[in-house]
């Protein structure tokens, strides 16, 4: 996607300088640790390494399953499609991504565009 380096699954996922940007964005937003990934499963485990309840931990798993597919589907259309990858529209489909997956997976929990951009979870209890 970055066209830097031989494309490989941990090269794409994490290492490449437009992934790099992703974590950096995915660590500040949720408040978490730094990303720093030296295999893939580091990337599926990263609510694992911060402090949190169960709840919290599922909301940033699902955040970082938001991040990969968003990096997935724009090697794709990079490779496939020509398109230019650019960061900051990546870190608005997270969001949105993500914000979407809440709307409609989590049953009685009433969370604001707002609230949810400035990570906000209160109405999750956690």
């Known amino acids: 996607m970055c066209g830097e380096e031989v494309e490989s699954a ?7 300088r ?4 992703i ?3 995915v660590s500040r937003w949720c408040r978490i640790q730094q990303v720093f990934a030296l295999e893939l499963k580091d990337l599926a485990n990263i609510h694992k390494s911060n402090n949190g309840s ?16 968003v990096i997935w589907k ?12 650019y960061v900051n529209k990546m870190k608005e489909e997270i969001k949105m991504l993500g914000y979407t997956w809440i709307k409609s ?6 969370i604001s565009w707002s609230d949810w951009c400035n ?3 209160i109405c999750f209890g956690v």
């Open 54 to 69: 169960q709840r919290w931990k599922k909301v940033v798993s699902l955040v970082t399953q938001a991040a990969i597919w």
């Open 18 to 21: 437009i992934a790099e940007q």
């Open 119 to 121: 990570f906000d979870l």
């Open 23 to 25: 974590w950096e964005f």
């Open 105 to 110: 997976r989590v049953k009685n929990v009433n």
């Open 74 to 85: 724009s090697r794709n259309e990079a490779v496939f499609e020509g398109k230019q990858p």
């Open 10 to 16: 941990l090269h794409l996922f994490a290492s490449c």
